[in-house]
């Protein structure tokens, strides 16, 4: 009874570019079901207006290069490969490269790496590194019965290992991303743990809500997740992101409630 009688909140319509997404995924959907490429998980992310470092793809060890020696700031650098969806757990992730020297080892190593496992380089990701702050997951499956579930979780490689985690139905409300958010025992860690300056926890409830917005307008999305977004006093930074798309089903149809009439 007192969850009745509690305030639902509601669902907020944020500014995003729906058609240019169905666009998006109705192109990627001519390669059949399957994993967005990262240009496209990223490009989704963008029109939904959930805030990434500046990147760029390159497609081989010259291109990560050069991009390093033009942006001249410590980036991140990560191998792009079919099948490759766990890049930490296949070394393919490296962090605070300064300068291009160090990116050219770097991608280098990953180049052997993938192909010692037996994996194709098609290139790689050159990211900005984000500010420093706490690294969250955030992200959306679809559930047979119930539809989209929208999770917040403890970030980072330790995200299986944490088991911290809160989920909630989509549409989500205002109010459910406020409790989620909540409802981590990391949360002291967003919210100046020991003397820690407090990070900006409404940009991570934005995030959570425009997730929840972008898989109900888009139901091809099946699968969606971010991980880490750093949040930090400044904001909310999607870092790495995954999307699986499929053909949307069509609707089962529902058996009638209307109550049979008793014949003459």
């Given at each position: 009874?007192a969850?009745?009688?509690r305030?639902p909140g509601?669902?907020?319509?944020?500014a995003?570019?729906?058609a240019a997404?169905?666009g998006l995924?109705?192109?990627?959907?001519?390669?059949g079901?399957?994993w967005?490429?990262?240009a496209?998980?990223s490009?989704?992310?963008?029109?939904?207006g959930i805030?990434?470092p500046r990147s760029a793809?390159v497609a081989?060890?010259a291109?990560?290069e050069a991009v390093?020696a033009g942006w001249?700031?410590?980036v991140a650098?990560k191998?792009?490969?079919?099948?490759l969806?766990?890049?930490?757990?296949?070394?393919a992730?490296?962090?605070?490269?300064?300068?291009p020297?160090?990116?050219r080892r770097a991608a280098?190593?990953?180049?052997?790496?993938l192909?010692e496992?037996?994996?194709g380089l098609?290139?790689?990701?050159?990211?900005?590194?984000?500010?420093t702050?706490?690294e969250?997951?955030v992200g959306?499956?679809?559930?047979?019965t119930?539809g989209p579930?929208?999770a917040?979780?403890a970030?980072?490689?330790?995200t299986?290992?944490?088991g911290?985690?809160?989920?909630?139905?989509?549409p989500?409300?205002?109010?459910?991303?406020?409790?989620?958010?909540?409802?981590?025992?990391?949360?002291p860690l967003?919210?100046?743990?020991?003397?820690?300056e407090r990070?900006d926890?409404?940009?991570l409830?934005?995030?959570?809500?425009?997730?929840?917005a972008?898989?109900?307008?888009?139901?091809e999305?099946?699968?969606?997740?971010?991980?880490?977004?750093?949040v930090?006093?400044?904001?909310?930074?999607a870092?790495?992101v995954?999307a699986?798309?499929?053909t949307?089903l069509?609707?089962?149809?529902?058996?009638?409630?209307?109550a049979?009439?008793?014949?003459a």
């Open positions: 009874g969850w009745r009688a305030d509601h669902v907020p319509a944020p995003v570019d729906d997404a169905s995924i109705a192109e990627a959907l001519r390669r079901p399957g967005l490429e990262p496209e998980a490009a989704l992310l963008a029109l939904h805030p990434q793809v081989d060890v291109g990560a390093a001249q700031v410590p650098l191998a792009i490969a079919p099948g969806v766990h890049r930490t757990d296949a070394g992730v490296a962090t605070g490269l300064a300068g020297d160090a990116v280098e190593a990953m180049e052997l790496r192909r496992a037996g994996k098609q290139g790689f990701l050159v990211q900005e590194m984000a500010a702050g706490v969250v997951l959306v499956t679809v559930d047979p119930f579930i929208v917040v979780a970030g980072g490689a330790a299986e290992l944490l911290d985690a809160a989920v909630r139905l989509t989500l409300t205002d109010r459910d991303a406020h409790a989620m958010v909540r409802e981590l025992r990391t949360f967003l919210d100046g743990f020991r003397g820690a990070c926890v409404a940009a409830e934005d995030v959570l809500l425009r997730l929840s972008m898989v109900e307008a888009h139901e999305i099946v699968e969606i997740e971010v991980n880490p977004l750093i930090s006093p400044s904001g909310a930074v870092v790495d995954r699986r798309i499929a949307a069509p609707a089962t149809p529902q058996p009638s409630l209307r049979s009439r008793p014949r």
